[in-house]
């Protein structure tokens, strides 16, 4: 019996996730119909707020790579971390052997990060 | 091979938590370094310069109070100074050491809101500006006590005070001018070795001497850059000759080097209102005003006088004509003049620090539109 | 003390070096002819003795018949002061040369002055209102504005 | 919509087209004002016609709106330092869940209009308050705010902030103390647990 009572608090906890993300989207709308939240549609409402002026020429520019390597290391070393929590939870269990094989991985992608360091992609300059 | 980027030009609009107040700059930049910058000025132009030749020589008094609005005191200095010096009217003793407390007393509570708001602006949300804050209220206090307004006072009048000291000033004065160094202690212990702002302002938006003597920058600003210059020891008015005090100058120009100046300037603040203290106490309480008439008319002829306020050489150039009313009443803000040389010390770095330079610089908009 | 230079004096060295610049001196300041204060300028600042090297104040008054432009002038090195007057006579719009080259602080005083006077600075980088917007008439320190 | 930068950067002023078309947009509002506009003072004659379902649902919204208005910081002049002041330990506006002064109109309720107007700031002004979401409102702190103080007759100052924008609160002073500050925010209070949620019209 107790092999579904894992299961359930996770159900628990996806119904509330799910839950949580649709009544904070849903809620505007109900309030908005009942007319409680009031609805003024206006265009200079719409407008991008930029200190009270009008904006100044398109946003959409071409602009430096260095912002799109930063972006790289960021994405690669986020998914190591999620890889990380599930391994860092049952590390008891594992032993040595999960550590090593974590181990592994962990240097290969700092191999990554200091190929990146070499080349100067950390420089702000 | 160079990589082809293009520039965004963004309003830093007149509506910005960076740039206390209603200061606007139409900044060029490419990726996140600036390229070009553009001040634009008249958000708040009251045009005091204008109402001045509309209002008699007492009159126009309330409205200096409104120029820069962290500095009333000093601000009513200037002028009276400039009108007494072309109408050739003599202070009693009395008044003129009152002055002296009250202007240093203004130059503290400037120089904390000064910092408080160079710091939020370095990231550092809130925290100093209430501990700094917590002074200001003191200093506020007593401005209370002496002319019932916190922050327009109208307290000076040609010739002298408005109203002699009340009986508990000097006791309430004594014990903060005992606490204040402690407190600037604290700030120092909290913020000069603090490696974020060390990392953040060392070394940022360095204005040269010869840059700052050329744009005609004054105040901490031009000190901050190495050039020992203050118009209480270079140019001395009131009693300032007989009190010793010291002018803490920078190296570098940095944002730091301005920091580090107005805290030291505190500290020089708190030297002179101990001297004054002592002799204020030893006055009979009493002749506080020279008589003047309402009605003050200086004879034709023109000054130029200036003084020393907490931002800079704040300087009346008033013509008159004979008459009630001058004839021309030029007010120089050093805040205004202190943006000259903006566009040169911020080209070149990043958005994060044209906020740090603009917060070094301390502008208060109300001087710098008039 | 920040001593005052006496007009005659600067006048008379000035005479020499830039003949026919000065107009008139007197014991504070001097008169100096509106085409010839860019070469006067450069030269208070860089003649030896007088280094003017700080520009403490750039304004105009307006005298009803003729719009004065003032200078007030200051050296770090001498500690001393001068003051350097410019009139403007005649109907049309009074027009003085820059001397933002001289002095970077001139810059944002010379556009108030242009803003509140209507005096055209030739030869400043970027001329334009400072205070008020682009396309608000008259000139609001002249003595007939009463806006 | 976007104003487009400058083709070339000549000498002069570049950004010449672009400062032609704010001083138009300042001359054309300038023209526009004229008469003030009246104060949103709906909920005076709204107390007739409330049924006694709505009050409940009214009393819950006015207590849940007037709570937590986060006003926007539009510091203009002097009468900014003393709401800063009001911010500030002393004078804790965090009393009134007014925590947060939020610079970017979209997360603001109230704009606290401080300082003198002038016409080169009004078009701004306008457009800052057009962009905070309903329901919102407007308080005009100081003198210059309320009636344009003692620069009132100078060309480039606004005679009274509701030329431009309905206030709803005025609090006179110059600069207002802290304490009055906050009399005129409990005023407000008042007038937003009385309006209700405007189930009838969408304030």
């Known amino acids: 019996m107790d092999f579904w009572a894992g299961y359930a608090s996770i159900a628990l906890f996806l119904i509330v996730a799910v839950l949580f993300g649709l009544v904070t989207v849903i809620l505007p709308k109900v309030l908005r119909l009942l007319g409680i939240v009031p609805r003024k549609p206006d265009p200079v409402k719409y407008s991008t707020y930029e200190c009270g002026m009008e904006t100044i020429g398109p946003s959409w520019v071409q602009f430096n790579f260095r912002y799109y390597v930063f972006a790289l290391l960021f994405l690669v070393f986020d998914v190591l971390v999620v890889f990380l929590y599930p391994w860092a939870v049952s590390l008891r269990g594992g032993g040595w052997a999960a550590f090593w094989a974590m181990g592994v991985f962990v240097a290969v992608l700092f191999a990554g990060l200091v190929y990146a360091w070499k080349k100067g992609a950390l420089e702000w300059r | ?370 | 003390m920040t001593q005052p230079l006496s007009g005659r004096e600067v006048a008379a060295r000035i005479g020499r070096e830039i003949p026919g610049a000065v107009l008139l001196a007197d014991g504070l300041g001097i008169w100096v002819r509106p085409g010839s204060v860019a070469q006067v300028a450069r030269f208070l600042k860089e003649a030896p003795g007088l280094e003017m090297d700080y520009l403490n104040n750039l304004t105009a008054a307006d005298y009803l018949d003729y719009i004065e432009v003032v200078y007030h002038l200051s050296s770090m090195k001498h500690n001393h002061s001068l003051a350097m007057k410019v009139q403007c006579w005649g109907p049309q719009e009074p027009e003085v040369p820059s001397v933002y080259s001289v002095w970077l602080g001139a810059d944002l005083q010379e556009r108030e002055c242009y803003d509140m006077f209507g005096v055209r600075f030739v030869g400043h980088p970027n001329l334009k209102r400072l205070l008020f917007w682009e396309g608000f008439e008259g000139h609001v320190l002249r003595k007939e504005f009463t806006g | 919509m976007a104003v487009n930068p400058p083709a070339s950067p000549g000498p002069g002023n570049p950004w010449l087209e672009l400062d032609r078309t704010e001083g138009l947009a300042i001359e054309q509002l300038r023209a526009a004002t004229g008469v003030p506009l009246t104060d949103p003072a709906a909920w005076i004659d709204e107390e007739v016609e409330r049924g006694v379902l709505l009050t409940s649902l009214d009393a819950l919204l006015g207590w849940g709106r007037r709570y937590s208005t986060w006003p926007a910081a539009f510091g203009l002049a002097c009468c900014a330092m003393e709401m800063v002041a009001t911010a500030a330990s002393r004078f804790d506006i965090s009393r009134f869940g007014m925590e947060f002064f939020r610079p970017s109109p979209r997360q603001a309720d109230l704009m606290i209009v401080a300082g003198t107007l002038c016409w080169k700031m009004a078009p701004p002004l306008k457009r800052i308050y057009d962009q905070m979401a309903e329901p919102k409102w407007v308080v005009a702190m100081g003198q210059c705010a309320i009636s344009g103080g003692p620069f009132a007759e100078y060309v480039s100052v606004v005679p009274g902030v509701n030329h431009i924008i309905p206030v709803d609160v005025y609090v006179p002073g110059c600069p207002p103390r802290p304490e009055s500050l906050l009399h005129g925010l409990r005023m407000l209070h008042h007038k937003i647990q009385t309006e209700g949620s405007g189930l009838k019209r969408g304030r």
């Not at chain 2, 002179?272 to 203290?277: H, K, R, S, V, Y």
């Open chain 2, 1 to 370: 091979m160079a990589i082809r980027t293009q520039p965004v030009t963004i309003n830093i609009g007149p509506q910005h938590p960076s740039t206390h107040g209603v200061f606007r700059m139409r900044v060029t930049f490419d990726g996140e370094v600036i390229v070009g910058l553009e001040p634009i000025f008249g958000y708040l132009h009251r045009g005091k310069e204008k109402l001045a030749e509309a209002r008699t020589y007492t009159q126009f008094i309330p409205i200096t109070d409104r120029q820069d609005y962290l500095a009333s005191m000093t601000n009513n200095w200037a002028y009276c100074l400039a009108v007494e010096r072309l109408a050739g009217i003599e202070l009693p003793e009395r008044a003129e050491y009152i002055r002296v407390l009250v202007g240093e007393m203004m130059r503290i509570s400037n120089h904390l809101m000064a910092l408080g708001f160079f710091l939020n602006d370095c990231g550092a949300w809130q925290t100093p500006l209430l501990y700094m804050y917590r002074e200001r209220e003191k200093l506020l206090d007593l401005f209370d006590m002496l002319s019932g307004q916190r922050l327009n006072y109208n307290y000076m009048r040609l010739g002298g005070v408005s109203q002699d000291l009340p009986p508990e000033f000097l006791p309430a004065l004594k014990k903060f001018v005992a606490e204040m160094p402690g407190y600037i202690d604290e700030y120092e212990q909290l913020l000069a070795t603090n490696e974020i702002l060390l990392a953040r302002s060392k070394g940022v938006g360095i204005l040269p001497a010869e840059l700052a003597i050329s744009a005609s920058a004054s105040g901490p600003v031009l000190r901050a850059s190495g050039v020992k210059w203050d118009i209480r020891r270079g140019d001395p008015y009131s009693v300032y000759p007989r009190l010793q005090f010291e002018i803490p100058t920078g190296q570098q120009g940095d944002a730091y080097d301005r920091f580090w100046v107005r805290m030291q300037e505190m500290r020089q603040s708190v030297r002179i209102l101990e001297q004054a203290l002592a002799a204020v106490e030893q006055m009979p309480p009493g002749v506080y005003r020279a008589k003047v008439p309402a009605l003050v008319r200086p004879p034709r002829g023109e000054v130029y006088s200036r003084i020393e306020s907490p931002k800079g050489e704040l300087a009346y150039y008033i013509v008159s004509d004979g008459g009630i009313a001058p004839w021309r009443c030029r007010i120089r803000g050093p805040s205004q003049i202190n943006l000259t040389a903006l566009k040169e010390m911020v080209v070149g770095w990043k958005l994060a620090d044209l906020v740090i330079v603009f917060g070094s610089i301390d502008v208060v908009m109300g001087e710098v539109d008039r």
